[in-house]
């Protein structure tokens, strides 16, 4: 069972910056891959980006690709996400999420932290 805690979220400008942190604890962390995902009010949670166990492997959704980069670090059991030139689309709740396997589909994380806000002004 691992148990999953973000953060860093806030309120940026468009154009600015944020890092969230993802924490792990009770489980194996270098055993799974490890997603972002996001939710915005009245929309469906969507895939963000995702890392595999080593953190040798990336993959990002189309609409974050080139501004937002998924890393770990297994020794700190935790997995950030830097989101550079941030849009007012990019408003929403950010969850990282774990799984077995390698996956864009939310279905098969089988591990999801509470979600942290990230809101960006125009």
């Known amino acids: 069972q691992v148990q999953l805690e973000e953060s860093g979220g806030g309120l940026v400008q468009a154009g600015g910056s944020l890092r969230l942190s993802c924490a792990a604890s009770g489980g194996t962390f270098s055993y799974y891959a490890l997603g972002w995902f996001r939710q915005a009010p009245g929309k469906e949670r969507e895939f963000v980006a995702v890392?595999?166990?080593?953190?040798?492997?990336?993959y990002y959704g189309n609409s974050v690709k080139g501004r937002f980069t998924i890393s770990r670090d297994n020794a700190k059991s935790t997995m950030y996400l830097q989101m550079n030139s941030l849009k007012p689309e990019d408003t929403a709740v950010y969850y990282c999420?774990?799984?077995?396997?390698?996956?864009?589909?939310?279905?098969?994380?089988?591990?999801w932290g509470q979600g942290t806000q990230v809101t960006v002004s125009s």
């Open positions: 999420a774990a799984t077995s396997g390698w996956t864009v589909t939310r279905a098969a994380y089988d591990y």
């Open positions: 890392i595999s166990s080593s953190g040798s492997s990336t």
